[in-house]
T-cell receptor, first 113, second 114 residues
Framework: DSGVTQTPKHLITATGQRVTLRCSPR?????VYWYQQSLDQGLQFLIQ???????AKGNILERFSAQQFPDLHSELNLSSLELGDSALYFC????????????FGQGTRLTVV | AQSVTQPDIHITVSEGASLELRCNYS??????LFWYVQSPGQGLQLLLK??????LVQGIKGFEAEFKRSQSSFNLRKPSVHWSDAAEYFC????????????FGTGTKLQVIP
């Protein structure tokens, strides 16, 4: 158990809909990272938050957004969903914003139909 | 730009046999290198990492990896594979600037046969 909790584990939704994925980092970790894992793209970094502030952006679509709350949990919002958004979405956390050992959650499998 | 290549998409080994998973990286300076394992339905778990020092790194579950700067490689090895090692393995490269700068390879899926 990595200590990182993601909910829900599975999500099935229709095209055009909006979903919210939730991540609780390990106790004491200030930084949260979101990744998308798909068969054709591999593991892609989406966005990082550190202590409530956006720290870095990767290959995140404009239809996607995220935030980190005062209790340090984070949410990833995906809107106007397309079939191609079907993937595993992982959250990872680190103690600081520059620490390079990350702990991953079990992921949320999103299926868009 | 940094990159990681895992040339083997899929590898099958017999239980008890030795294992070597290949990883080649491209990076301008001394890299931070990682190996992660992902079991079915699970998140990524760190097996080992190299930042500096001894180029032979020991990790969890009996795995080791060797950093070879001249070959830009960081291959993962295990002397005797167990059925529970069947999983997908990811090599990754980064630097001291934080995890957002870590680039993952596309993974090698390991199948273990009796």
């Amino acid at each position: 158990d990595s200590g990182v909790t993601q909910t829900p584990k599975h999500l099935i939704t229709a095209t055009g809909q909006r979903v919210t994925l939730r991540c609780s980092p390990r106790s004491g970790d200030l930084s949260v990272y979101w990744y998308q894992q798909s068969l054709d793209q591999g593991l892609q970094f989406l966005i990082q938050y550190y202590n409530g502030e956006e720290r870095a952006k990767g290959n995140i679509l404009e239809r996607f957004s995220a935030q980190q709350f005062p209790d340090l949990h984070s949410e990833l919002n995906l809107s106007s969903l397309e079939l191609g958004d079907s993937a595993l979405y992982f959250c990872a956390s680190t103690r600081t914003g520059t620490n390079t050992e990350a702990f991953f959650g079990q992921g949320t499998r999103l299926t868009v139909v | 730009a940094q990159s990681v290549t895992q040339p083997d998409i899929h590898i099958t080994v017999s239980e008890g046999a030795s294992l070597e998973l290949r990883c080649n990286y491209s990076y301008g300076a001394t890299p931070y290198l990682f190996w992660y394992v992902q079991s079915p339905g699970q998140g990524l778990q760190l097996l080992l990492k190299y930042f500096s020092g001894d180029t032979l790194v020991q990790g969890i579950k009996g795995f080791e990896a060797e950093f070879k700067r001249s070959q830009s490689s960081f291959n993962l090895r295990k002397p005797s594979v167990h059925w529970s090692d069947a999983a997908e393995y990811f090599c990754a490269v980064g630097n001291s600037g934080g995890y957002q700068k870590v680039t993952f390879g596309t993974g090698t899926k390991l199948q273990v046969i009796p």
